[in-house]
């Protein structure tokens, strides 16, 4: 039960639009908890996501990046890995996608999972009204490529464009839109083994020692040194994206 003051001063906002089914289900909830005060149900708001945004103290969303290797000559190939957040603290969750990487994710207890069936199972979270946050438009990309949808997803927030409007005037002329560059922008310390460009090389240097128990048993110490940095990259740019806003929603503070 919430306390009389906690009734008083704080609410809690949903936004945007979502099953119907589900919706009535939490009003009804609501009501039956006497929160109708407390809890509001804003329907689709057309305005921007940076100004809602920036009208919120406590911001509750999905976050999701994509990791795989780079370029080649057939394009761009499928992430390797997701990692994603519900919300703005708790831990980041790991999946992977190849099962070449199976050794490796089973020694720091990650999950191995169907790329398809993920990407289904992260859609149908997306039916309870909540929106998907991610740096660019690629993780939107990918997952139509994955499912083969031609339309964009309706309920996904590109990252980047929120940083663009909301830094807008601290941009430097030659940006190139990165995220440890917003980073650096609003202050977020960027690890120093971040190791921009050198993700495909890590999956690599995992990959070729991780087809079997055996040979991740005798991989060299580098091989574990480079999975610890490619899940440490890939923790921080989950983590960032939400302090990002953070920061931009407080930009007065940024000076």
């Known amino acids: 039960h919430l306390s009389r003051d906690l009734k008083q001063t704080a609410h809690f906002v949903v936004v945007g639009s979502g099953s119907e089914v589900l919706t009535s289900e939490l009003k009804a909830k609501v009501r039956a908890c006497e929160l109708e005060g407390v809890v509001i149900f804003t329907g ?19 976050t999701i990046d994509f990791e795989g290797f780079g370029r080649n000559r057939n394009g761009v190939p499928k992430p390797a890995m997701c990692g994603y957040r519900i919300g703005g603290i708790g831990p980041v969750t790991q ?11 089973s020694e720091w207890g990650l999950e191995v999972r169907d790329r398809k069936e993920f ?7 997306l039916k309870k009204g909540r929106s998907l946050f991610a740096f660019s438009e690629h993780e939107d990309g990918m997952i139509r490529r994955i499912t083969g949808r031609k339309k964009k997803l309706r309920k996904y927030e590109n990252v980047l464009a929120i940083a663009k ?47 079997t128990r055996k040979a991740w048993e005798s991989a060299p110490t580098e091989a574990r040194e480079q999975w610890q940095l490619l899940l440490d990259h890939n923790r921080f740019d989950v983590e ?16």
């Open 119 to 125: 990407i289904a199972w992260l859609l149908n979270d």
């Open 95 to 105: 999946v992977i996608f190849p099962r070449a990487f199976k050794w490796a994710a």
């Open 165 to 211: 409007e909301g830094l807008k005037g601290m941009l430097p002329e030659d940006c190139k839109n990165t995220l440890i560059e917003y980073c650096d922008l609003a202050g977020i310390t960027v690890p120093d083994e971040y190791g921009k460009g050198q993700v495909t090389e890590w999956m690599r240097g995992v990959k070729a020692h991780s087809k």
């Open 44 to 62: 689709f708001m057309a305005e921007d996501s940076n100004a809602i945004i920036r009208g919120f103290d406590i911001l509750a969303m999905p």
């Open 240 to 255: 960032s994206m939400y302090e990002l806003l953070i920061r931009i929603k407080d930009k007065d503070a940024l000076g």
